[in-house]
Nanobody, 127 residues
Framework: EVQLQASGGGLVQAGGSLRLSCVAS????????IGWFRQAPGKGREGVSC????????YYADSVKGRFTISGDYAGNIMYLQMSRLESEDTAVYYC????????????????????WGQGTLVTVSS
């Protein structure tokens, strides 16, 4: 059974940093595309950062470029999202998701392209 578990959220002041973790079981990351998405209250689910592990292609939303970094510990089957210079607009529930290694680049930030989802971790940035 495929499972994803996200953790690492919390309360942080604006300008601070957090690192989110996503632990997978039932599959190995290097065969999949992994995405981090977020959903703020009253808003839709937004693709934040994704990596297609088959070739290393990455996607970052414009709003997080230069501040967030996606990476992986492939031996441990853990994906990370390092978030720096956090802003109040980053407040949301963050989810990790797993999808096919064949997701085309234009769909990396589309939630519908992913098959497996973790339970979400809340990030609150206070201004």
């Amino acid at each position: 059974e495929v499972q994803l578990q996200a953790s690492g959220g919390g309360l942080v002041q604006a300008g601070g940093s957090l690192r989110l973790s996503c632990v997978a079981s039932g599959f190995t990351f290097d065969d999949y595309t992994i995405g981090w998405f977020r959903q703020a209250p009253g808003k839709g689910r937004e693709g934040v950062s994704c990596i297609r592990n088959s070739d290393g292609d990455t996607y970052y939303a414009d709003s997080v470029k230069g501040r967030f970094t996606i990476s992986g510990d492939y031996a441990g089957n853990i994906m990370y999202l390092q978030m720096s210079r956090l802003e109040s607009e980053d407040t949301a529930v963050y989810y990790c998701a797993g999808g096919s290694r064949r997701i085309v680049y234009s769909m990396l930030n589309s939630a519908t392209a992913y098959d497996y989802w973790g339970q979400g971790t809340l990030v609150t940035v206070s201004s």
